[in-house]
């Protein structure tokens, strides 16, 4: 997805939009929008975490299909960075 599904703003980056599609500033999402699911997946990828490092690409595209829609979309709404600051906390 390019865009935004709430105001359908660019999400690419420098693209520059005209300002008759987007009038206003660029704005930011708070990065939880559902707090159960993303306590869902938190707690997952907790249980995850012991394993992570040693996953494979397919144990991984297994356990990212088996997660419900709203815990995928707060996924990726974490991000990389989230998802490892996640992990990290659980192994240390």
């Known amino acids: 997805m390019n865009f935004c599904p709430s ?10 939009v005209p300002a008759a599609m987007h009038s206003e500033a660029p ?4 990065v939880v ?7 869902s997946l938190t707690t997952k990828l907790s249980a995850l975490a012991p394993t992570f490092d040693s996953l494979s690409d397919d144990e991984w595209g297994d356990w990212v299909d088996a997660l419900a829609l709203d815990e995928f979309l707060e996924m990726i709404a974490l991000g990389n960075e ?5 992990i990290a ?3 240390s």
């Open 89 to 91: 906390q659980t192994n």
């Open 33 to 39: 929008r559902n707090a159960e699911a993303h306590r």
């Open 82 to 86: 989230g998802i490892g600051k996640v």
């Open 27 to 30: 704005h930011t999402h708070d």
């Open 7 to 16: 105001c359908g703003h660019s999400l690419l980056g420098n693209i520059p």
